[in-house]
């Protein structure tokens, strides 16, 4: 079973990259703990490609669930997949709909993040910026508790 972070999002959009941001800022940390790396962000099919059978995928991406501003929020794979509507990123229910259209036998969890705002900016909001650390090392706990489970 191989350890997969893929980082979904949008630099350009604000807060919809900070998937990408908290996976650049985890990149030497992950490493060490030979969890591999890809940043997806917006090109699904990319992500799709470097999925394999048995990977245990942490999918880290923004939501928008109306809860406080970078809350860190932990769905296992399988109960979105079982989901029939859509309810996270505009890219990332199309990594899990794809992983389901070609049956791509995973394990894992979709890591979100609650966002502010979207809007067009290089800059994430100043909650997010605020409590970017503390998001930080919540994802990467979670990653490493959770890896160690699976191994």
């Given amino acids: ?3 997969k972070c893929i ?3 949008n630099r350009i959009m604000g807060d919809d990259g900070i998937g990408i941001e908290v996976a650049e800022k ?3 940390r992950l490493k060490e703990e030979q969890i591999e790396l890809i940043f997806g962000e917006t ?3 990319y992500a799709l ?3 394999e059978d048995g990977d245990l995928l942490f999918i880290i991406d923004s939501t928008y669930f109306g809860l406080s501003p970078g809350t860190v929020t932990f769905t296992p794979i399988g109960e979105v997949t079982r ?3 859509q309810m996270y990123s505009q890219q990332q229910p199309s990594l899990i709909h794809l992983l389901k ?3 791509k036998e995973v394990e894992g969890f979709i890591i979100g993040i609650e966002v502010e705002k979207i809007d067009f900016s290089l800059e994430l909001s100043g909650t997010l910026k605020t409590r970017f650390l ?3 090392e919540e994802v990467y706990r979670f990653i490493c508790q959770r890896r160690f489970h699976h191994a």
């Fill in 1 to 3: 079973m191989v350890a």
């Fill in 7 to 9: 980082a979904i999002g």
């Fill in 26 to 28: 985890l990149s030497p």
């Fill in 43 to 45: 090109d699904i099919d």
């Fill in 49 to 51: 490609g470097k999925i």
């Fill in 83 to 85: 989901q029939h509507h």
């Fill in 101 to 103: 259209t070609y049956g």
């Fill in 134 to 136: 503390f998001i930080c």
